[in-house]
């Protein structure tokens, strides 16, 4: 029950209150540039959903087992290279090279089994598959899960394979609920009169900023969901008895 | 090969108002509302713009004879991955509170439109000090349109201006709340939302103006 109860409010803060194109502003060019229709927006977050999950399984091993500092088999290969080597190995400044490379490689494998798979949907967003390399929310997710890799390094808040995909999962489901939305305003504002100036981009900026006025109105929602779902979870007011976790 | 095309100087003057990135072509839109709550963050920003752009438009015009179409992306995307590592390596080292703020939207250049276009269209086509001007211009209007954002947002939302690195005060603090006071929604995302799409449009209404007279 404790479990499900974090990962529930991870789910909701990812896909709602943190919610990543209104909350960190990433991915908003596909947002504003791919939220046209609605058919193709949808597309576009299904497909960014997808790609995210699997870059963040990928992500999540490659840094555990690699990248990180004092990961398994860098040091399993470095001690055979120099068995009397100290101290730990720390591959992480390769990090952001290897992350665009996995997003890289994950757009493509996504690209030819949809084109193999789904015709209709490859036409729909042929165009726009190879622009998801380019995709914030991608990156972002990556950055985020390598923050909260276990490893030898002091990580506050450790997160297993199992949380890295839920939060994958939630952060492209808040990108497609986003984007979504915004597609179906902007199929109604297309009848509307709206200034020249404003027309294209400048109106759907600023109906992303009245939405993601709206989207504040989440903050909060965890904390007292927390407060329903975990009654009690001891409030901890006698700091100086209790030791702290050896986490 | 590096004759045609503009030359340094008008790729330059291009980059800085029109062809400016964010509010002409509306490119790299990320950073942009990101990180323009304050001035600092926004001029680190265009200063780690500015550096990943530059090296990375250098060295794709030395190796533009090499690249072979179909492997183009990956080799921009790869070179660029490199040059932030740099970068971020060099805030986290010299200015470690900026890096802090910043956070995530440093490695995020990696995937900026405006770096991965600018190496398409000038850099991979271009010689070596086109491809250098047309960083450094596209970089100043980058800063340029960050800067406008930025000051927006930093006066109305917390009454400064470089508050943190110079401490001036535009709206004084002495002014009783009930007459003024910060208005926080400018330092939350929807600020930024707003501020970029009123920007945009006074850009538009300005240029149909130009054209008009």
């Not at chain 1, 087992?65 to 470095?78: D, E, I, K, Y």
């Not at chain 1, 591959?91 to 015709?119: G, H």
């Not at chain 1, 972002?140 to 923050?147: A, S, T």
């Not at chain 2, 438009?57 to 183009?72: E, Q």
Request: contains cysteine.
């Amino acid at each position: 029950m404790d479990y499900l109860a974090t990962i529930l409010l991870l789910a909701i803060s990812t896909a709602l209150i943190n919610n990543m194109v209104f909350h960190f502003f990433v991915g908003n060019c596909p947002f504003i540039g791919v939220s046209r229709k609605l058919d193709t927006a949808f597309g576009m977050g299904a497909a960014v959903t997808f790609v995210t999950t699997i870059a963040a399984l990928l992500s999540w091993l490659i840094t555990w087992a690699v990248l990180a500092p004092g990961a398994p088999l860098t040091t399993w290969v470095w001690h055979l290279i120099r068995p009397d080597a100290k101290g730990v190995v720390d591959l992480s400044i390769l990090n952001y090279v290897v992350y665009i490379f996995v997003i890289a490689w994950a757009v493509q494998l996504v690209e030819m089994y949809v084109r193999k798979f789904f015709p209709a949907l490859y036409k729909a967003f042929g165009v726009f598959l190879p622009l998801i390399t380019t995709n914030c929310v991608i990156l972002f997710v990556c950055l985020e899960i390598m923050k909260h890799v276990p490893s030898a390094g002091d990580v506050p808040d450790p997160w297993g394979l199992d949380k890295a995909l839920i939060y994958a999962f939630c952060a492209g489901l808040g990108f497609l609920i986003a984007i979504v939305i915004m597609a179906g305003m902007r199929e109604e504002i297309e009848h509307c009169d709206v200034p020249k100036p404003l027309q294209g981009p400048g109106i759907t900026l600023i109906m992303a900023g009245i939405l993601s006025l709206a989207f504040l109105g989440f903050t909060g929602m965890d904390s007292n969901l927390a407060k329903i779902l975990k009654p009690a979870p001891t409030p901890a007011p006698e700091i100086k008895a209790a030791p702290p976790p050896a986490s | 090969m590096s004759n045609d095309g503009p030359t340094p100087l008008e790729r330059f003057v291009q980059g800085i108002i029109p062809e400016n990135p964010v509010l002409r072509q509306v490119l790299g839109i990320c950073p942009t509302l990101a990180v323009t709550n304050t001035m600092e963050g926004a001029m680190t920003m265009t200063g780690a713009v500015l550096f990943v752009l530059a090296c990375a438009n250098v060295l794709i015009s030395l190796i533009r004879g090499m690249l072979k179409p179909h492997l183009r992306i990956l080799v921009f995307t790869l070179t660029i991955a490199a040059f932030v590592t740099v970068a971020d390596r060099l805030l986290a080292a010299f200015m470690y509170d900026m890096s802090k703020q910043l956070g995530p939207y440093i490695p995020l250049i990696i995937v900026n439109c405006i770096i991965i276009a600018r190496c398409e269209i000038c850099a991979a086509k271009q010689g070596v000090w086109t491809a250098f001007s047309d960083a450094v211009g596209q970089s100043l209007g980058f800063g340029l349109a960050l800067g406008c954002i930025a000051t927006v947002r930093e006066v109305l939302g917390f009454g400064t201006w470089f508050g943190k690195w110079l401490g001036w005060h535009v709206i004084p603090a002495s002014i009783p709340t009930d007459v003024w006071s910060p208005w926080v929604i400018m330092v939350l995302p929807p600020g930024a939302f707003l501020t970029l799409g009123l920007l945009l449009g006074a850009t538009n209404w300005m240029t149909a103006r130009t054209k008009k007279a």
